[in-house]
């Protein structure tokens, strides 16, 4: 069976203790008071624990229904997402003005944690919706905002993103869906989407969809793409689903997992639509909606590792098999438990090493976000900038790492974790979908050397590079941080060099940069991961110096042990990383075609 | 849908001009003509493409059925398999005497490597079936051998292996099934038997399991385990199946893949066996079957790895996507295929280097087990000390790769990957399991610090080492191979200093051999590949040198490139885990249980 408790002591420590120097604010900048938020957070746990939980394993093996163009979620979801909705999860970080809590990103993004690790399939559906609250939030006309914001923000109407046709999902460029004007101030538009997560579902009153197609005068290409609102059903005056709108759902997909979750493919036939933002500009548009789920992609993987570590653990201490090397630790039982073992171990703390250091790497990012929002000049930019850089290293590291630790999980239980009995191999067919959608990890890479490594000439790197290296150069004589400082700045220092190459060499050829840019994105990743640690690792040094009681240190205690195994036992992979990026493309791109 | 050719010029590339100062010759000896090696290939390769491969896909989506104690396969592999044995294929590599072909193992292995490419869940009915021929040809009284090997080699009867119960799996010394004489010569076991693979199904008259016991006066632990011979249905004196025998399926597992290969519980009331080999010695005999299961699993892997390969190329050769970024290739299509892409061709080529890397070192190994049966001497020793040490690094290397090899193939696919139309979803899923049966990976990893590599004061490891760095010495200054050499002698060195470390750490303490265990495999098995890849670069330069024809000369100048892929952008892995190994175990076993 899957165990998932929130982890609330890490998530206060990384958002007290860690990034306790970032003032809680609401997104109207009143203070919040921290055992508010602890009390959210408990309330987040109580529910995913509750109501979430019990549905991952059912949904999945119910999976969606599809009949006559109606979509039935599996049992329990309709119940789960009126408590949602109810409770006011969908409203927590959305604008007050249309209804919202106004609640920041950083203590948001670890609800959206908690959503996930209990039932993925059924996060997507909230998920989507904000992602459609906020492409319209941002884009939208006053109208249409306060037509459909509000609904959005209760959750009485869900959203959903229509990008993917048959033959394109990376290069939209290729979409044929057309919209003609229909001479009223609105569009008509026809075509087919794939891959439409909650595009028809039996969970809300309405969908809406925002739409990528193309007008009658679209230059060829991404240049010539727009963007546009189309509902499920036309609102009426007063805000409720009025008349059906030609938008059908005609299959859902059959996929290696999050089955809780409807896949659609979507037929628009003359369906009504709303242009928002620019004709031809509806990419960029439809990029804010993209970047903020990218991310929220990147929590997918933070979570189902969490999930599955829980799951590991119980298990390792559960299972009886074969004694200690260094002797029997439990002679009294028929065998030790296998968490004596140190190649369990080795698997657990890497899962370990990977969720909170993700973590904390989350809520760094989450506080950038929050300032680019509603901070002030230079410093408004600057977390900008590292947020832009950030995106593409949290998608795809996190979900590469999340699908490393779900299986790390099945391979702790064995045999046993193979059988569908136990639920972790769900997680392992949940988790490999976050590697691909919102863009796969090969894209975010090439997002990262091909626009955020070079923009503005280097700037975003920067407000990476000058903070690390300014807390390395402090710490290097430090008794007990100088070792991880030393190993720290050996992968920076690897880092930086990776960077110049792929700048130098990238700037005459293309293909250069694209060769290096996956491990480029996994060695910063883990060099983010390591500083990540670090500081972690004072925190706790700090918090024990202070004598707290048994539980506490004990606490403290694992803090810095795992810092120690990620130093030591992970972060040397960026010296191998480094190594592959500097031989350069040649061994890539020199096999002709035929020879495939 | 799934596409798959066996790699026939591939495989008599490693067969005939890298392993060609291999004699081919029969198990008695006689010297087999190359061309009738060849024509059994191309037979194999018609038989896995035309019969197996169609059954792939419907027969992971159907399953096995069970009812009332009966499993039935999927429709279609009754009759697969009664092709599969008429055609002879169940006798290949088995002993004349009793109606084999007496094939040499280096030929097997690509057969199986063929079945297995071209239905995973298929092979393993009559890839169990060997391993119990096996173990009876080796353990078995004459009486035994003659009543049942004949049936075994002819495949109107299969076999199991019955080790795992639902409380212990890798600790075997927990069994609690028994056996007691019945006062005529035989036994009569009681007990319970999870995960057994093919414990029950429709496909042939009779089913023999091999099954782990204790008897009544066993001494404790793995030393009082026997085995036993248990018919499904008791032989009339004349070989024809009689009487049922008291052992019933009482249920078969949901599992995350192999859908199409019952793994059966199985209850033993009071049924009737025969002891194999010494009382309480059963756990060395199993392991004669074991240990080729170990092997022919590592096959599955690369094998998976190839298939998944080979679809991922056929749809990067067609999906249109995108432009080259040096320029338009295709500028008569509305995009290119994404094989032009630097990171498609990363994923495709570290999937090739991974299968013929793999390829080559699974038949240095066959030849060694060919040459360990009917060598003399010390070349025979020298042989079985090669094939005890690789045994654990086949089965774990290649189906680490055979996994990371079957998700590229996801992710080269994207969302297309994660849906179930195309099948490669479902080469992830039958992967998996191969990391974990027949022992675990990690178990491997510590068969090979703790037994293999301490073995006879490391005489075991002078196997690999005295042929590699003789060969690397000898070409260090090869104006081609030079810097190749280089690379490799790095990572040998790696190698060396790694093993001296957990030879001399392990001594002192079991759980420093155990805490390096895992990275100490891959770094090892990273090396041999490596050691193959020169090996194979060396042979295409030879080739290249005698002018082929176009066509070969495609073929060996890929050899040249992913050669040098591998060394460049896979080898330098091994950095890092040296860095890692040498961190010893203190990261790991620090922390207390209740800290997890």
Redesign the interface.
């Known amino acids: 069976m899957q165990v998932y408790q929130a982890p609330l002591r890490d998530m206060r420590f990384v958002l007290h203790e860690l990034h306790g120097d970032t003032a809680l604010l609401t997104q109207t900048g009143e203070a919040l008071d921290r055992d508010l938020v602890d009390s959210i957070l408990e309330e987040a746990a109580k529910f995913t624990h509750d109501v979430l939980l019990p549905l991952n394993a059912k949904g999945d093996a119910e999976g969606c229904h599809f009949e006559n163009g109606v979509v039935r979620t599996p049992e329990g979801f309709r119940e789960a997402y009126r408590q949602f909705r109810e409770g006011g999860w969908t409203a927590f970080s959305c604008d007050p003005a249309y209804g919202g809590q106004g609640l920041p990103e950083i203590v948001n993004k670890l609800v959206e944690e908690m959503i996930c690790s209990a039932n993925l399939a059924f996060s997507l559906y909230p998920g989507l919706s904000r992602g459609a609250y906020q492409l319209l939030h941002e884009h939208g006309t006053e109208e249409l905002k306060s037509l459909y914001l509000p609904h959005l923000v209760d959750g009485t109407w869900s959203g959903t993103m229509c990008l ?1 046709e048959a ?5 939209l460029g ?1 979409i044929r869906t057309r919209a003609v004007p229909d001479g009223e101030g609105a569009y008509r538009l026809t075509g087919s989407k ?2 439409i997560s909650a595009g028809e579902h039996d969970l809300t009153e309405n969908i809406i969809h925002f739409v990528l197609a193309k007008l009658p005068d679209a230059p060829p290409g991404t240049k010539g793409i727009s963007l546009f609102l189309v509902p499920k059903f036309l609102p009426t005056p007063d805000g409720r689903p009025g008349a059906r709108n030609g938008v059908l759902c005609t299959a859902i ?5 999050i089955n809780g979750s409807a ?1 659609c493919q979507l037929t628009f036939e003359d369906a009504k639509g709303w242009l928002i933002g620019a004709p031809h500009r509806g990419l960029p548009a439809m990029f804010t909606m993209m970047n903020s789920e990218r991310l929220s992609v990147g929590i997918q993987g933070l979570a189902i590792a969490e999930a599955a570590y829980q799951s590991a ?1 119980a298990y ?2 559960e299972r ?3 004694r ?3 002797g029997a630790k439990h002679p009294d039982k ?2 030790d ?1 296998i ?1 004596v ?9 890497t899962m ?1 090493a990977y969720t909170e250091g993700c973590r904390a790497l989350s809520l760094w990012v989450a506080a950038a976000i929050d300032q680019s929002e509603r901070g002030e000049g230079a410093a408004r930019e600057q977390a900008a900038d590292f947020t832009a850089l950030m995106t593409p290293i949290v998608k795809a590291l996190f979900t590469d790492l999340g ?1 490393e630790a779900a ?1 790390l999980a ?2 702790v239980y ?2 046993h ?5 136990h639920g972790v ?1 769900q997680y ?2 949940d988790a ?2 976050a ?3 919102e863009g ?3 894209i975010q ?2 997002d990262l050397v091909g626009r955020k490594l070079p923009a503005h000439q280097g700037r975003y790197l920067r407000r990476f590079f000058h903070p690390v290296t300014a807390y390395i150069a402090e710490r290097k004589t430090h008794r007990e941080l100088g070792k991880m400082a030393g190993a720290l700045e050996k992968a920076v220092g690897a880092l930086q060099l990776a960077s110049a190459f792929i700048a130098e060499k990238g700037l005459r ?3 250069e ?3 290096a ?3 480029y994105l996994r060695l910063f990743g883990l060099t983010a991961l390591g500083y990540m640690w670090m500081r972690m690792a004072e925190a706790a040094l700090g918090a024990l110096a202070r004598k707290p009681g048994p539980e506490e240190a ?2 403290y ?2 803090k810095l ?2 810092a ?2 990620f130093m ?3 972060l ?6 480094y ?2 990026i500097k ?1 350069g ?12």
């Open positions: 993917t033959h394109c999902g990376t290069d290729l794939i891959f997909e059959h996929k290696m997992g896949t653990v390792a201490k009886l098999q074969g200690a090397l260094s028929p065998a438990p968490l073992h140190p190649d369990v171990r080795r698997m657990l703390l370990r699908f299986n099945v391979q064995g045999g974790g193979y059988i569908k009995d191999e392992v067919r490999r979908i590697q691909i959608y796969t990890n090969g890479a090439l050829d293309a293909e940069a694209g060769a840019a996956s491990d004990l606490f205690q694992a042990t795992t120690r195994f030591e036992r992970i040397p992979q960026t010296a191998g990383l190594l592959t031989s493309k040649e061994s890539m791109m020199a096999l002709p075609e035929a020879a495939f």
